[in-house]
């Protein structure tokens, strides 16, 4: 099992470790970056470097990376190409789309056959490819110049941006994109061409007859099984979607326990079946239910949910998760989640129970097991 | 020459003196100011070279007001205060 969970939040990057007899409870190891932004953070299994993404505001967005000898350092950060004066792209208020780094929120490295191959998510919508393991980026313009990227828009946010990045574990050419708002794009050829993919999808702020078009949708995360990536998992704008034909099609879950609403979620890594929720009222209540935090989870396939509290504030709690906020370990026993009150909880059994590891963190962006 | 300043908060991420540059513009003080320090220049400029969102710069005093092409013009024996803007927290 992975033994540090990493933890970016609004006010630095900390590192969760086990402490005391048999490792029984989790404590703050580290603090980096205190005081500065960061909206993102992975660890790099195969070479052992951990990346993160500062946003400073007045200073921008900075990547760092950490090799094996334990120091940071500044590597490049993805940067768009000069805006052309013929291009058009505009936002919903009719201003230019700016071709500049605004965000870092997603963050992947390639397969294990590929080293130093990275993948990052910005806003507003490029996605970037590093094939150095960070030393340099490059704006996947096979994605950007589609037409159809003028359809897509901010939620959540001004500008559209990619949030989640499913690298196939059977062929890492096959990479998979979810986008707030711009739906589920998908290359097959490692990037060289790409299709939105996300039908079956439901948007339901929008009119009626464009609730359907693939390329406006709002998938909050998306999450593939590593035992079997046919299966992903979408957390969406307006309820739970799953696809069991490779993130292609996708069909809606309408029933979750108490909510269908939410940010987050987590699949289980070696059961496609089993997968973790953190629900929410809805999208003008973002607030949880009853003021209790709770987990849902199903272990099949999302015919039914459990609930699951125990261990976790259960009265006058106001702690919404963000979509990159619960993670699970390689082995799927082991669950972390950090809320945008600061608070952090880790189960050892799969969500069954829980123990709070800090009630005070900074606001909680991504929690990730190293 | 023209004195280009920054603020003191760029130094806790990237050491960031002053300098006396040639230039009859913004722009050109500051590519002289960021020429061979490609990380300073980006914490600066954007992307497309433009001043930062929540970056404010002054020339004797005055701000700019060309934030895109920079192109106010700088008179000799100018400073230019590179600073941040509270706009930006």
Excluded at chain 2, 35 to 54: C, E, M, P
Aim: with cysteine; glycine share 12%.
């Amino acid at each position: 099992m992975s033994d540090r969970i990493l933890v970016a939040t609004r006010k630095g990057l900390f590192s969760i470790e086990p402490y005391g007899t048999g490792g029984a409870r989790w404590a703050i190891s580290k603090v980096d970056f205190l005081a500065d932004n960061v909206s993102i953070a992975m660890a790099d299994t195969r070479d052992g470097c951990i990346y993160a993404a500062l946003d400073h505001g007045h200073f921008g967005v900075k990547m760092h990376r950490c090799k094996a000898d334990g120091a940071w350092e500044e590597c490049a950060t993805p940067t768009y190409p000069e805006r052309p004066e013929s291009a058009t792209d505009t936002d919903a208020w009719g201003k230019p789309i700016p071709w500049t780094t605004v965000k870092i929120w997603a963050l992947e490295t390639g397969g294990p056959d590929q080293p130093g191959v990275l993948w990052c998510g910005t806003l507003p919508g490029g996605l970037f490819r590093s094939d150095d393991g960070g030393t340099s980026w490059e704006l996947v313009r096979s994605l950007w110049d589609r037409p159809k990227r003028k359809k897509w828009f901010g939620g959540g946010a001004d500008l559209p941006g990619i949030h989640s990045i499913c690298v196939d574990p059977r062929d890492a050419r096959r990479v998979q994109v979810g986008i707030s708002c711009g739906g589920v794009w998908e290359t097959a050829d490692g990037g060289e061409t790409w299709d939105s993919v996300g039908r079956g999808m439901r948007a339901a702020y929008m009119p009626p007859e464009q609730q359907d078009d693939p390329d406006i949708q709002d998938p909050h995360c998306l999450v593939q099984c590593r035992s079997g990536p046919d299966r992903l998992w979408v957390q969406y704008h307006n309820g739970i979607f799953r696809s069991n034909g490779g993130g292609r099609i996708w069909e809606e879950i309408k029933e979750a326990g108490p909510s269908t609403f939410g940010f987050a979620v987590a699949v289980h890594p070696e059961d496609p079946d089993t997968a973790w929720f953190v629900p929410a009222v809805n999208d003008e209540k973002r607030i949880l239910l009853d003021g209790k935090v709770v987990v849902t989870r199903t272990r099949n396939g999302g015919q039914s949910f459990e609930t699951l509290g125990n261990g976790l504030p259960q009265e006058h709690a106001y702690d919404p998760v963000y979509r990159h906020g619960i993670d699970v370990d390689n082995k799927g026993e082991r669950l972390a989640f950090g809320s945008t009150t600061g608070g952090l909880w880790i189960s050892e059994d799969e969500g069954d129970s829980w123990q709070c590891v800090s009630r005070n963190l900074p606001p909680v962006y991504r929690v990730r097991f190293a | 020459m023209v004195r280009v300043v920054f603020t003191p908060s760029l130094q806790r991420h990237i050491a960031c003196s002053p300098r006396e540059v040639e230039g009859r513009t913004v722009r050109e003080a500051l590519e002289v100011a960021f020429s061979g320090d490609a990380r300073a220049r980006s914490y600066v400029l954007d992307d497309q070279a433009a001043l930062r969102k929540h970056m404010s710069i002054f020339i004797n005093g005055t701000r700019i007001r060309d934030r895109v092409r920079l192109s106010d013009a700088v008179p000799d024996d100018a400073e230019i205060y590179n600073l941040q803007a509270l706009s930006g927290g």
